[in-house]
């Protein structure tokens, strides 16, 4: 077995790195999608930042943050996507970046088409829709088949590519949030490109729980945040352009504070959060510490498991992802089949079981219950999850 598979099984080695978080009294979350804590060490050392950058203000920024510490945090970023430093440039979260890639994309011309799915984040939807409502381009809007598998995604867009000749354009979500199932970008990205069509990727709840590298998967659009499961304060993100695609992406409204070959001049200008950008060589340390992206997912994995496994018996639940290691992550939604309305059952496993989750619509296939495990999550809750599901269900 796989030392990160043998590891995720380990709760007292798991019971290690959820004491280096605190953690408020009160409902067990299984709602860790929305981000993730920053541990004790990270939180010391983000409020040590901004002491410090309010002690020493644009003396130190303007002589050494902006010359030298954003050049090693978009270093240290890039190789978290297997990417050269100067194709990344950092935003304020994930949906700044994704947009600014898309009111920026210079490639659509009256006529074409640009194409979404029902999984895809809903700012992420609206941005595509404005830009086509600016363009003269048609929005396609397709829906996945339910359950999915790796072949019924990969053929609901190969059939959308065939039946709409003048795509230029996609969104991809790496993971949605609605279901948490998890796209296979590099066979969907290949089959866009035989199609001549772009793909901008919403990597926003992939990053720090999926092991990806751009190339590999074939993107040269992509936007992030790092607050979900690599660990750093809130407020931080980046965007990726491939260096010979940077030309389609137009300088942000007009911006000149960075010259146009710069990936940098392809986000909204303005002061960043400093203090938590100097937070993030540690943050990556300590994710690389434990284990990066492989080992938190294999854990969050495990933990989706333990609930996944006994929800498919149960004939009240019904679990919206499929089992196929390819198509699920540690986030996955379930239905409770006999209640047309969630929203009530969500507030039962909370009144009923102490478990704090989050009702999610808009996937065709209806509305959800997402669960999201998060590093401090044990087994025993995972267990608490399963008793309330077969009560419940
Ligand atoms: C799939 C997806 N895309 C984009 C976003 C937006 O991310 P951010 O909050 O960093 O703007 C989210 C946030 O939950 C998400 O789940």
Request: aromatic share 8%.
């Amino acid at each position: 077995m796989p030392d990160n598979t043998r590891r995720a099984r380990d709760e007292m080695f798991w019971q290690t790195f959820a004491d280096r978080y605190a953690v408020e009294p009160g409902p067990i979350n299984l709602e860790n999608g929305y981000f993730g804590r920053m541990s004790r060490t990270v939180v010391e050392e983000y409020q040590r930042n901004i002491e410090m950058i309010n002690r020493s203000n644009s003396v130190y920024v303007r002589q050494r943050f902006e010359q030298v510490e954003t050049q090693k945090i978009r270093a240290q970023l890039a190789a978290l996507v297997g990417v050269p430093a100067d194709t990344v440039a950092l935003t304020r979260n994930a949906s700044e970046g994704l947009q600014s890639l898309i009111r920026n994309y210079n490639r659509l011309q009256p006529g074409d088409q640009v194409l979404i799915c029902d999984l895809e984040y809903d700012s992420v939807k609206n941005a595509l829709r404005w830009l086509a409502r600016n363009r003269g381009a048609e929005v396609i809007e397709i829906d996945h088949q339910h359950p999915a598998s790796f072949d019924s995604l990969l053929a609901t867009y190969r059939d959308a590519f065939e039946r709409y000749p003048k795509l230029k354009l996609m969104a991809l979500t790496h993971v949605t949030h609605r279901t948490g199932l998890v796209m296979p970008v590099q066979a969907i990205a290949a089959a866009a490109k035989e199609h001549g069509i772009d793909v901008i990727l919403d990597g926003a709840h992939a990053l720090g729980q999926i092991d990806f590298n751009l190339d590999e998967l074939g993107i040269s659009f992509a936007g992030f945040n790092l607050h979900k499961w690599i660990g750093a304060p809130l407020t931080l993100g980046f965007i990726y352009i491939a260096p010979e695609r940077l030309a389609d992406i137009d300088p942000d409204m007009g911006e000149s504070h960075y010259p146009v070959t710069d990936i940098r001049a392809r986000t909204p200008y303005g002061t960043p959060n400093i203090p938590a950008l100097l937070t993030l060589p540690l943050v990556i340390e300590e994710h690389h510490a434990m284990g990066g992206s492989a080992a938190k997912g294999a854990r969050l994995n495990y933990l989706r498991n333990l609930w996944v496994r006994a929800a498919r018996e149960l004939p009240g639940i019904e679990v919206m992802t499929p089992d196929d290691p390819r198509l699920y992550c540690g986030i996955t939604s379930l239905r409770f089949t006999r209640h047309s309305d969630q929203q009530p059952m969500v507030e039962r496993l909370l009144s009923d079981y102490n478990l704090f989750t989050v009702m999610r619509s808009g996937a065709a296939s209806g509305p959800c219950i997402r669960i999201t495990p998060g590093l401090t999550t044990t087994a025993s809750h995972m267990k608490l999850l399963t008793r309330a599901l077969t009560e419940l269900g």
